[in-house]
């Protein structure tokens, strides 16, 4: 899973467009990191940025961002109705994929002993980034605000986490931690009444309600979903009420038990749920489990492709009941992903491509997407098998299965870019200016890093394609025998991925000045060849066989 943070800093500034742009330039020249959105808000004179990516990128984006926020904002002319303590107010790291809290904390670290040290900023951890959970809390932390802070930072108890003890007066101090990824999220009722959605989200919410006991005290009841915030409101826009939620921990909470919870409980007030409504951006995870969650609860098989998971959530939960939802721009990932030349292709476009004159893509571009057919084949048997009548007692098995071929058939589609790309890496490392000694030593650095790229690449391909050829023996061994000639062809092709992979690994090889890393990588190349080549014979003898009774 690829490791991407979101990052949301708060900046004290909502009025002066061309301040806030030259802050968000600065994060947008960060390469590996991408500029999701800018909300600025003129009574609060205060900017929400997000944008995301892979850790060391967003980290340095942060640092930019703050930076240039630092010389901008004169906070001792700062006024707005939302409470401030820096020109940076607040800086949230939230992990979306590949990252634990863990990770994100260490990066938080990372970049608040940045801010401290470079820019002479005093910064506070929060949430869980910070050990003294007297002190997590955002709120607490910004009390006193900007004025309250001259004093405030002298009180032992105030230290900040970083930086200095004094309190600057043209930027301010901040805050920087991390927390969980917030998702703002509308179910629909088929009511006008307001007083009836509170019913609702006051029987989910994890406040609950309060109501009066046996002996006549006032008491909390809670709701029935942890980690859930919500109340009712009506939509005139829309015509109908709504049960307005906020989710604040989706490890807690995923956005599908909230929406079955409301349904279920608005069916037991007599109300049904028409849809729902996501506000702003979503993980990726969030759908793909939700949408495994409605084809499990089908009785279907699960291992599908992503595509066709999302497909499932977005209909199952009704998202586009109210607006259509593209999830090109309402999944974070797909917002930062873009799709390899490559794999926009169409079929007969990839096969022209790799006829044309042009050596890339090559021989270790087709030996990943041979590998991917393979695994893709693998994940057909098994969903083949999760759905033939009198099997309904495995389907667990092969719906795990299933899914398994279609994340290796996934990781294998990325590396036919991957491999083009390598090649390129190469050849744009050869071009570099040699006239001068250092340029002599940076060129072949280069050359070096690229080439070994270019191993690592097909060397992953290998890996992938055996870890296919092991899934497709037990379709093989398992699976429907009426597909078992599928499992064959799927097995040809990720021998053949294999054997291709590590073609490409040898003729990389030559170039590398590491022997000690290229004989490791050249033995276990040996050894997975090896092993696809018994896996194949042993996958072809089953099939021969079934073939046969």
């Known amino acids: 899973m690829e490791k991407l943070i979101e990052c949301v800093p708060n900046f004290s500034e909502g009025r002066d467009k061309a301040v806030i742009k030259q802050i968000t330039d600065r994060i947008e020249s960060i390469e590996g990191c991408k500029l999701l959105n800018v909300d600025p ?72 002993a940045r801010v401290g040290k470079e820019l002479n900023i005093p910064v506070y951890l929060y949430e869980y980034a910070q050990p003294d959970k007297q002190r997590s809390n955002l709120s607490v932390i910004r009390e006193g605000e900007y004025e309250g802070f001259f004093k405030k930072i002298k009180q032992k108890e105030w230290k900040p986490d970083y930086g200095p003890n004094d309190f600057p007066a043209h930027s301010g101090g901040t805050v920087i931690g991390v927390r969980d990824f917030l998702v703002a999220y509308n179910v629909n009722l088929n009511t ?3 007083r009836r959605a509170n019913a609702v989200a006051f029987d989910v919410r994890e406040r609950g309600r309060i109501i009066t006991d046996s ?8 709701g029935t979903l942890k980690a859930v915030k919500a109340i009712g409101w009506y939509i005139e826009e829309y015509g109908q009420a709504q049960v307005s939620i906020n989710l604040t921990d989706l490890n807690t909470t995923p956005l599908h038990v909230a929406f079955e919870e409301v349904s279920k409980k608005a069916n037991e007030r007599g109300l049904r749920v028409t849809g729902s409504e996501l506000v702003g951006l979503v993980p990726l995870h969030t759908l793909v489990e939700a949408g495994k969650y409605f084809l499990n609860k089908q009785n279907c098989s699960a291992g599908v492709s992503e595509s066709e998971l999302i ?97 290796l058939k996934a990781a294998l589609v990325k590396l036919v870019d991957e491999d083009t790309e390598a090649f390129n890496g190469i050849m744009n490392a050869f071009k570099l200016p040699k006239s001068t000694e250092q340029e002599k030593l940076q060129r072949k650095e280069a050359v070096q890093i690229a080439t070994q790229k270019a191993i690592e690449i097909p060397f992953s391909v290998m890996q992938h394609s055996l870890e296919a050829l092991k899934l497709i023996k037990i379709m093989a061994e398992r699976g429907n025998p009426n597909s078992v000639s599928d499992a064959g062809v799927g097995a040809l092709c990720a021998r053949s991925a294999v054997m291709g992979a590590h073609l490409n690994v040898r003729i990389n090889s030559g170039g590398i000045d590491d022997r000690i890393w290229l004989n490791k990588i050249l033995e276990e190349s040996k050894r997975m060849e090896e092993n696809a080549t018994n896996l194949e014979k042993e996958i072809l003898g089953i099939v021969d066989m079934k073939l046969k009774a």
């Open 192 to 194: 006008r009444s307001v």
């Open 41 to 112: 808000g003129k009574a609060t004179n205060r900017t929400v940025v997000t944008f995301a990516g892979t850790p060391d990128a967003v980290i340095e984006a942060a640092f930019e961002s703050i930076k240039k926020a630092a010389e901008l904002i004169d906070m001792s002319k700062h006024k707005g109705e939302h409470p401030r303590m820096g020109a940076t107010d607040v800086c949230p790291l939230i992990p979306l994929s590949g990252v634990t809290i863990e990770e994100a904390v260490k990066y938080a670290n990372i970049l608040a």
């Open 215 to 222: 002996a006549g005290a006032q008491v909390q009841k809670p």
């Open 311 to 407: 497909h499932i959530a977005i209909k199952s939960l009704g998202l586009d009941e109210l607006n259509k939802f593209d999830p090109a721009k309402r999944i974070v990932e797909y917002c930062l992903r873009a799709p390899g030349a490559l794999e926009k292709l169409t079929i007969a476009q990839f096969a022209d491509k790799t006829a044309s004159e042009s050596p890339a893509p090559g021989g270790g571009s087709v030996a990943a997407y041979l590998g991917a057919l393979g695994a893709a084949l693998g994940a057909m048997v098994a969903n083949l098998s999760a759905s033939k009548k009198g099997w309904e007692n495995r389907l667990t098995e092969f719906s795990e299965l299933a899914g398994k071929g279609q994340t």
